[in-house]
């Protein structure tokens, strides 16, 4: 598993399910390492259980207890972010709050975030960073909350804005990583070219029927200037380049027994010649 700067704290959990869901939400995203801090209850086997295939990350979770057991969570950490659902409990302790997504984006550095415009790199991320979740019941306690460098928030519905455990960390971390889908490859600056090229030739054969040509291709243009797969448009490619070459009088189509069959026009003139007399 990929190493990355976040670790995942939980203070004081309350149940085994949760700290199971916990670590394969951290192997579904790539995060790996995790503390819990005074759990409140044994990590067993339900809590193996409900962490499925990311047991290993629950057998090398680190355990602390006693009182200064968070500090010692998070020591070494250069940044502390808390987390939280409802921003009007601890509204003295409060000194930096914001929402999941405007995080996500200062921590990865991207376009309109701090780290961005200070000109950081490596995903605008410097050091060990920890992260907090707190109890089922109560979340993080006023003391713990102001040992937060930054505290987040998921935005959620006012009417119930409290999410589970496990699946607070969950939306977090998708927030967080970095992973990358395999995608279908996407159509390069020649394909668009050729597409355009074989529609333009299309247009100009029925230019003469038509009320505006040139407002047709560019409405084309704008439509393959949106993000085409390379597939997508080489399918199109093709299609568009066989009305034209049919049009012109390259292909035409030849009924046999077998039923309508295209083919080329050298090919029919040749087959034809093979035919007796």
């Known amino acids: 598993m990929e190493k990355n ?35 409140a209850c044994p990590i067993g086997f339900e809590a193996q259980m409900h962490a499925k295939h990311a047991k290993q990350l629950l057998h090398d979770a680190k355990v602390i207890n ?39 984006r200062k921590m990865k550095g991207e376009k309109g975030g701090r780290a961005a415009r200070a000109g950081k790199s490596a995903g605008g991320v410097h050091g060990k960073v920890a992260l907090l979740f ?5 979340g993080l306690m006023a003391d713990e909350i102001s040992k937060c460098d930054i505290l987040v928030t998921i935005p959620t519905r006012g009417a119930y804005p409290i999410m589970n455990l496990s699946h607070a960390v969950a939306v977090m971390l998708y927030e967080l990583s970095d992973i990358k889908l395999n995608t279908m490859e996407k159509a390069g600056d020649g394909e668009r070219t050729a597409l355009m090229r074989e529609f333009d ?16 291709k560019v409405a084309f243009r704008r439509m393959i200037g949106r993000e085409m797969a390379h597939v997508e448009c080489s399918s199109v490619i093709g299609v568009i380049r066989r009305a034209n070459d ?32």
């Open 134 to 138: 707190g109890r089922e019941g109560i």
């Open 66 to 104: 006693g009182k200064d057991a968070l500090a010692r969570a998070v020591s070494g950490c250069n940044l502390i972010v808390g987390t939280t659902g409802v921003l009007h409990r601890h509204r003295k302790t409060l000194r930096n709050v914001m929402v999941l997504p405007e995080f996500a």
């Open 5 to 39: 700067p976040f670790r995942i704290v939980l203070v004081g959990p309350e149940y085994e399910i949760n700290m199971g869901a916990v670590c394969r939400a951290m192997a579904n995203f790539g995060f790996s390492e995790l503390y819990i801090v005074n759990p």
């Open 201 to 216: 030739r299309l247009v100009e054969r029925y230019a003469p029927k038509m009320t505006n040509p040139h407002k047709v």
């Open 246 to 277: 049919e049009l012109a009088g390259k292909y035409k189509i030849h009924v046999g027994r077998a039923g309508k069959k295209e083919l080329p026009l050298a090919a029919q003139k040749q087959k034809r010649r093979k035919l007796p007399s």
